[in-house]
């Protein structure tokens, strides 16, 4: 019932969200495990990338998921005080704390990012966090903005649409 | 000044230093110079033209310049904030280098400028500058002038953090077209100093190296990341920026982020470590679920 009445809100009923999930190999990837094993049903929206610990994931794994075509992002790690090399954790919770709110202030809704802590054992979140973000960011539509960046912006006219050949380069493969 | 050169001559006479780093009166306004010759040290001048962040000669990447010998440097606060960062992160040794701070009432936008400080002609980055009397020296020269005569108006930081996300994005959009990857914001920074840089990193490639609006987002984002909590904001990356995209205001605001969250301003004490490379256990993580 309740996923009927948000299909109904949602402006892309029928987008299917690409989400890439950075996770941490100890304990979120461990708990995905779990869900998979504990048959729990999820969204298959979400693309996992195991990294050894959340301190490994350095924010440009996730500007080049956007650039690559995600419409969200998932960063998900060990709880505090359980992670497997001690401090990785909380190092990454200061890097992506700055990194967020640069998103933000650089105009990238940070809705389409979820960060979460989710321990070996937490099947169970590991599926909700799939499933609120999936829904999430199908309410949000596709990032076209991110993807559509590299077009030109209106009323620039690149220099080959303006009929001008200076600097044309040569067709690939003539000597 | 006078006082400047005959520290200048003492230094190089006495052989205590090789080489002092200053500035001097060039064509076009003030210019860094590499004085080595003690009589040649009444070509220094120090006034609010001095606006380069003379602690880049000093970064590992520079070592052409360290081959010389033993520098001293004349340095403003937001400079010495600079020395204090590279020492912070062990890429200088306090005693490898000779620092002359000036007291400093402001600097004016460009070196080609008349050295006189208005509302119109300051740098905007002199305002909020709490070591116009550096802490980290060897010499301590000038007399405090006063504070510099900010124009009175709104912040443009804070004016960008009122706009929805929308208009920030469109905002930014349009700023980061004209960037064309230059890197000249990376080759003025005293900070950057790894010596490759991530963006020219090819196998993989992080960065795109074309000059599209996404790929300058990538690099600035990167950027700004790696300048987290260790910017000086001596606004070196926006007056080198060919394009004028006006990149210390994301710098400002992540700084004044990183106040805010972590208690943080960066200072010239080098004992004070750096919020990135350090935590602790109960920072606040209301963003995290």
């Given amino acids: ?63 080049k998921a956007f650039e690559g075509g995600a419409d969200g992002v998932i960063v998900s790690g060990c709880h505090p005080a359980d992670c497997h090399y001690t401090a990785g954790n909380y190092h990454a919770r200061r ?81 | 000044m006078n006082e400047l050169r005959e520290l200048a001559r003492k230094l190089l006479g006495d052989g205590a230093v090789k080489v002092v780093i200053g500035y001097e009166e060039g064509p076009r306004g003030v210019r860094p110079v590499m004085i080595t010759d003690p009589a040649q040290a009444e070509r220094l001048v120090f006034d609010a033209r001095c606006v380069h962040n003379l602690a880049a000669y000093l970064n590992p990447r520079r070592p052409h310049l360290t081959r010389l010998g033993k520098p001293a440097v004349v340095v403003k606060g937001c400079d010495a904030r600079a ?60 007399v405090l002038p006063p504070a510099p005569p900010m124009p009175a108006g709104d912040d443009p930081v804070a004016r960008l953090e009122q706009m929805s996300v929308a208009e920030r994005w469109a905002f930014w959009r349009e700023e980061l077209s004209r960037c064309v990857r230059c890197h000249a914001c990376r080759a003025v920074c005293p900070m950057c100093f790894c010596s490759t840089c991530v963006a020219d990193k090819s196998r993989p490639q992080w960065v795109e190296t074309s000059p599209t609006p996404r790929a300058n987002l990538s690099w600035q984002m990167t950027r700004v990341m790696h300048m987290a909590g260790r910017c000086v904001g001596c606004g070196e990356c926006t007056r080198a920026c060919p394009s004028d995209i006006p990149l210390g205001l994301v710098l400002a605001h992540v700084a004044r982020h990183v106040e805010r969250r972590f208690g943080y301003q960066v200072g010239d004490d080098p004992s004070v470590p750096a919020p990135i490379g350090a935590f602790k256990t109960d920072d606040s993580q209301e963003f995290i679920l």
């Fill in chain 2, 83 to 142: 020395i204090a960062g590279l020492i912070r992160e062990s890429q200088l040794e306090r005693e490898d280098v000779v620092v002359i701070a000036m007291r400093c009432g402001g600097v004016v936008r460009e070196p080609t400028m008349k050295p006189e400080l208005g509302p119109e002609t300051v740098s905007p980055r002199c305002g909020r500058c709490a070591s116009r009397e550096p802490k980290l020296f060897d010499h301590l020269l000038g």
């Fill in chain 1, 1 to 63: 019932m309740a996923s009927e009445a948000a299909s109904e809100a949602t402006p892309h009923p029928q987008f299917e969200p690409k989400i890439v999930a950075f996770v941490c190999n100890w304990c979120t990837y461990t708990g995905a495990d779990l869900a998979g094993t504990s048959r729990l049903q999820m969204a298959p929206n979400v693309r996992v990338v195991r990294l050894p610990c959340t301190g490994r994931i350095d924010p440009l794994f996730i500007t």
């Fill in chain 1, 95 to 175: 890097r992506f704390a700055i990194f967020r709110d640069l998103l933000d202030f650089m105009g990238v809704d940070v809705r389409r990012t979820t960060f979460s802590w989710v321990s070996a054992s937490e099947g169970g979140k590991w599926r909700d966090v799939v499933n609120d973000t999936t829904e999430r960011v199908r309410k949000l539509g596709p990032f076209a903005e991110y993807q559509g960046l590299s077009d030109p912006l209106p009323g620039v006219r690149r220099r080959a649409a303006s009929g001008d050949q200076v600097g044309t380069p040569p067709a690939r493969g003539t000597p």
